[in-house]
């Protein structure tokens, strides 16, 4: 994995590396129930085999303590990981809840934002052109004093699939 991508997450979120076979015992241990998510997208790897439910309604959603989504891009220098906003819902469940956990390829790790957005035009060609940038949760010094959580969520891992 990029250590880069480790380093400038580091005091914004937990970054957890982990393989397919070992993906429910390392997200077990980043979440707090109870737990909603969104399908993942990558083989070998599923939410049906941890206490996160994939089936939801919107008062589930909003008294679940963790959201889980898959990200798409994971960028290096910033720490940052790219949301779709979909009709699975991805960028509702990462915004929602007071913890996000993030589930990301490495191989999806680009070192900087031009990298990313070239991974990313596929994409955009195809439609969809609306990501949310998540780097740790959300902040504001708007009032003078820099306050985190206030929108979002207080807290984020990142679980990064070492085999993808």
């Known amino acids: 994995m990029s250590s880069t991508f480790t ?23 980043a979440i707090e129930t109870p737990a909603v998510g969104t399908p993942l997208p990558f083989e070998g790897v599923s939410l049906s085999e941890t206490a996160v439910e994939t089936e939801f309604t919107p008062s589930e959603l909003q008294w679940a303590a963790t959201g889980v989504t898959p990200a798409r891009v994971g960028i ?23 913890t996000h956990a993030a589930v990301l390829a490495e191989s999806a790790i680009e070192p900087d934002m031009k990298a990313a957005y070239e991974r990313l035009s596929e994409d955009f060609a195809e439609g969809t ?36």
Not at 134 to 163: K, N, R, W, Y
């Open 7 to 29: 380093e400038s997450a580091a005091g914004a979120a937990t970054v957890h590396e982990t393989t397919a076979e070992e993906f429910a015992d390392t997200l077990e241990s």
């Open 76 to 98: 290096g220098e910033y720490g940052t990981v790219t949301l779709p906003s979909d009709d699975a819902g991805t960028e509702l469940v990462s915004l929602y809840t007071p």
């Open 129 to 164: 052109d609306t990501q949310v940038l998540a780097t740790g949760p959300s902040a504001t010094a708007d009032m003078g004093t820099l306050i985190q959580g206030v929108h979002g969520p207080h807290e984020v891992h990142i679980i990064v699939l070492e085999d993808r």
